[in-house]
């Protein structure tokens, strides 16, 4: 009986190609505390938006999550800071460093509110204000750091090539915002961007 449960538990995972890793139960409490930021802050409980900077940037690191399926149902790569402005950065392709001040040309990290959209001067001429919910990005409007695209920023991963330095925005693809913009055009609910290291 054993050894047929353990066939079963083998085919499943086999077929399904999604064997459970540390980082799949990892991401699961992530998930778990935006949801519940989500409910207690009546922000969208469909979807929120994460992205993760301890990724390399060549590969895919913005996930839109759905709160019902349970699952990523888009991710595309993102854009961080070159943070050099107000000290040297050499390394500032393949690490995203962190601060919330004015012109510093960094990322910054936490939980973010997304905001009104607005016009762009760049990309698909589409923006969506931050608003820093943290000590680590209650700078965001002041700074106009916005969710943007870019048509530097390619539609598919490039690793190991890095994708270029933003100012702090997260920029993405033309094509990807598009679809993230059709996303936040349908709630009536602040959604959750949550940027992590």
């Not at 790569?77 to 001040?101: I, W």
């Amino acid at each position: 009986m054993k050894k047929l449960l353990l066939l079963f538990v083998l085919s499943f995972v086999c077929c399904n190609n999604t064997p459970v890793t540390e980082e799949m139960k990892y991401y699961t409490s992530i998930h778990n505390e935006a949801l519940i930021f989500c409910q207690e802050n009546q922000f969208n409980q469909d979807f929120y938006f994460l992205k993760d900077m301890s990724i390399h940037s060549g590969k895919n690191r913005f996930f839109v999550y759905n709160f019902k399926s349970k699952k990523i149902s888009n991710q595309n790569l993102v854009t961080h800071g070159a943070c050099d402005v107000f000290q040297d950065n050499p390394n500032k392709y393949k690490t995203a460093k962190f601060s919330n001040v004015t012109n510093s040309h960094c990322s910054m990290k936490g939980k973010f509110k997304i905001g009104k959209r607005d016009y762009s001067s760049w990309g698909i001429n589409v923006k969506y204000w931050l608003h820093g919910l943290e000590s680590t990005n209650n700078n965001a409007v002041e700074r106009v750091v916005v969710l943007h695209s870019w048509n530097a920023v390619s539609n598919d991963e490039i690793y190991p090539r890095y994708s270029p330095l933003s100012w702090g925005c997260p920029a993405v693809s033309d094509e990807f915002m598009q679809v993230l913009d059709e996303k936040l055009k349908t709630v009536d609910r602040p959604v959750l961007l949550w940027i992590m290291e």
